[in-house]
């Protein structure tokens, strides 16, 4: 079985100010691997996602991701972050490449607030 | 084009009650997955329906099932309702077998409170 740990539960940052939120994860077998955010009263919206190749993965809103097999993580990083990226952010793993018969497992998340 | 759509968006029932939520997918998925996220958590798989069968499911009790319309829409039933299954309700729809660039788009949610 697969797991996902999210150290962080808040991370505070002031407004244009970088900001990294860090996940790790356990399997035994490869995964994939997602960043998902979650703005207030809202559901989930995929930031990005990495499937194989190039270990940095470039998202929406400025966002990027670098896969470190060797440290089994998947930290989420933004070189200037502003108000409107205040949300919750949630890591997640699946097993398979076909997403759509494949369950996710999901972080706890990290709740981003940025300040003025 | 119409993402994840589901209802209703708030709920509140009684211990012991149960209830109903909806989900239709995406335009063009076949299939539904159900999860569910408690507050200050991340979602939880609960299970996943495609050709109107569960084929998945996570490490929820019998009180949990559900049902795949004809049509690809979902339902999720809770029985006997406990405190403890308030939460956000999450649906997300995506395209069994397709390729790898495929995901899983989820709707809104509906906010279930259990008093």
């Known amino acids: 079985a697969q797991s996902v740990t999210q150290l962080d539960s808040q991370v505070p940052v002031f407004e244009e100010a970088p900001v990294e939120l860090r996940c790790n994860y356990s399997?035994?077998?490869?995964?994939?691997l997602f960043w998902y955010v979650q703005y207030p009263n809202q559901g989930l919206q995929l930031l990005l996602k990495?499937?194989?190749?190039?270990?940095l993965v470039k998202g929406i809103n400025g966002f990027e991701a670098e896969f470190n097999k060797s440290q089994t993580s998947f930290h989420l990083r933004k070189p200037s972050v502003h108000i409107s990226d205040t949300a919750e952010y949630f890591c997640?793993?699946?097993?398979?490449?076909?997403?759509?018969?494949?369950?996710?497992?999901f972080g706890t998340g990290t709740r981003l607030t940025i300040i003025p | 084009d119409a993402g994840v759509t589901q209802s209703p968006t708030h709920l509140i029932k009684t211990r012991g009650q149960q209830v109903t939520l909806r989900c239709s997918p995406k335009?063009?998925?076949?299939?539904v997955s159900w999860y569910q996220q408690a507050l200050g958590q991340g979602p939880q798989f609960i299970f996943q329906?495609?050709?109107?069968?569960?084929?998945q499911r996570g490490n929820f009790p019998d009180r949990f099932s559900g049902h795949q319309f004809p049509n690809y829409s979902s339902e999720l039933n809770v029985n006997a309702l406990l405190l403890g299954d308030s939460a956000l309700y999450l649906c997300?729809?995506?395209?069994?077998?397709?390729?790898?660039?495929?995901?899983?788009?989820f709707g809104p949610g509906t906010r279930l409170l259990v008093l």
């Open positions: 997300a729809s995506s395209s069994r077998g397709e390729t790898i660039q495929e995901t899983q788009y």
């Open positions: 399997s035994s077998v490869s995964v994939y």
């Open positions: 990495y499937l194989s190749g190039s270990t």
């Open positions: 997640a793993v699946s097993r398979s490449a076909n997403f759509g018969n494949e369950k996710l497992t």
């Open positions: 335009s063009g998925h076949d299939t």
């Open positions: 329906y495609y050709e109107e069968e569960e084929r």
